[in-house]
């Protein structure tokens, strides 16, 4: 068989079979590019096998974070930082080689809004699936609204255990809207379920010493902080919003450009 003509349409078979797309597609191509350059098989073998891994590496982050839910995707090498002069870059980068995910630590992620909090733990978030982890995205409501009706539906369990399987769970927004009591009950729970097993991000407005009155119940408020902070990174994001920020400057680039015309 290993020397017998092989068709096309046969390696093209084949390839599919091995679920190696990339090279079937390419397959004509990756053929000439050994017979033009003169490739030995080693050489061929790598290029083919590298354009395979390649792609490969390409669709899984792009299916992690469809998964995801990101709002919207940004990297953190999309982060201006002299925009941002509270949040130190060495440590972003630091953050951004996932060590913290190993160790199953949090990040919390504080300041007003439009400083980007939501960017950075976007960011995060690719920086991991990037790294091989899953990362699921969430806003501290909808998590709540998805849990309680869950819990509506005599499913919380199943629900509780499908948000812990992800290595790292972004809670954004936590803060803009209190929590109903069973809301700030359901929210333990699952900060309580991933402690010190999976990661999460969350990202507020309002600071820690502030987070009794969003959960509505200092006990349960406690109880949170206490799992949240015990192995956590704080980073505190000061400053004006970045959107402003850009408007602003575009106002005073436009009031330049259009300069006042003499009087007639
Ligand atoms: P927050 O979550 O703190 O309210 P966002 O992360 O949503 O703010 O930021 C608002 C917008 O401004 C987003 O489009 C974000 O990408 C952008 N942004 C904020 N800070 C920066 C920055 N330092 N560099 C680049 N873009 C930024
Ligand atoms: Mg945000």
Known sequence: MSEK?????????WLSRLKLPTLAAQLDDVLDVAANRGLTHREFLGMALEREVIDKEARRVSIGARMARFPFRKT??????????????????ELGTCRWVAHAENVVLLGPPGVGKTHLAVGLGMAAIDAGHRVTFRTALGLVNELLAAHSEGALEARLKELCKPKVLIIDELGYLPFERDGAHVFFQLISRRYEKGSVIITSNRAVREWGEVFGDAVVATAILDRVLHHSQVLMIRGESYRLKEKRQSGLMKSALSSPQPEQ
């Not at 003509?5 to 078979?13: I, K």
């Not at 953190?76 to 980068?93: E, I, K, M, N, T």
């Open 5 to 13: 003509q092989v068709t096309h349409e046969q390696l093209v078979a």
């Open 76 to 93: 953190l090498a999309d982060f201006d930082h002299s925009a941002q002069p509270s949040v130190d870059p060495g440590r972003v980068r």
